[in-house]
């Protein structure tokens, strides 16, 4: 089980995809989050920035309810 905390994107994307590159990762995470309108919109009401560097706890729990977890 995955603590809900602060993670840094590359962290957090690798956890989705092992078998790809940080930059490869975090697309496709950046991908997932875009293609869900409703996670999309309650992460940008918690402060989600796309060029951010870190997932707030906040911002976790809501990827780990609309994604699940990793």
Not at 15 to 27: C, E, I, L, Q, V
Not at 31 to 43: F, Q
Request: charged share 20%; hydrophobic share 40%; net charge positive.
């Amino acid at each position: 089980m995955w603590p809900v905390q602060q993670y840094d994107k590359f962290s957090l994307a690798l956890a989705y995809f092992p078998t790809s590159t940080n930059d490869s990762a975090s697309r496709h995470l950046r991908r997932w989050i875009a293609n869900n309108s409703e996670l999309k919109a309650k992460l940008v009401a918690e402060g989600y920035q796309p060029a951010q560097h870190h997932f707030t706890a906040r911002q976790t729990a809501l990827i780990f309810e609309y994604l699940g977890e990793p």
